[in-house]
Nanobody, 126 residues
Framework: VQLQASGGGLVQPGGSLRLSCAAS????????MAWFRQAPGKEREFVAA????????QYADTVKGRFTISRDNARNTVALQMNSLKSEDSAVYYC????????????????????WGQGTQVTVSS
């Protein structure tokens, strides 16, 4: 599985961005998908994840109510809609993928994902 993230950029506080991750392969609908982020000098942290069917989602407390993860299994894509952005949201955002046996399995740790994209930079600044 190869993952290609896009959509990062510079946005003012309070603004919005939509990240997208395109996946290769024919088993996308058998994979849970997630977004993680890593700011300079900090460890990679979980942001959001979605089960293979799109019905089960998990969010970090820091982004609940502001970010929304979604997926399109027909297009092999997963998106992260980010609203009300704050300066502390600035980081490199990575999409990740892992084969899961059941639709209700939604890993929330980096160790739960085998496949990773290259990352896209998000900078929130005035």
């Amino acid at each position: 599985v190869q993952l290609q993230a896009s959509g990062g950029g510079l946005v003012q506080p309070g603004g919005s961005l939509r990240l997208s991750c395109a996946a290769s392969g024919r088993t996308f609908n058998m994979h849970a998908m997630a977004w993680f982020r890593q700011a300079p000098g900090k460890e990679r942290e979980f942001v959001a994840a979605i089960g293979r069917g799109g019905y089960n989602t998990q969010y970090a407390d820091t982004v609940k109510g502001r970010f929304t993860i979604s997926r399109d299994n027909a297009r092999n894509t997963v998106a992260l809609q980010m609203n009300s952005l704050k300066s502390e949201d600035s980081a490199v955002y990575y999409c990740a993928s892992e084969y899961v046996r059941r639709a209700d399995i939604v890993p929330v740790t980096a160790s739960g994902y085998q496949y990773w994209g290259q990352g896209t930079q998000v900078t929130v600044s005035s």
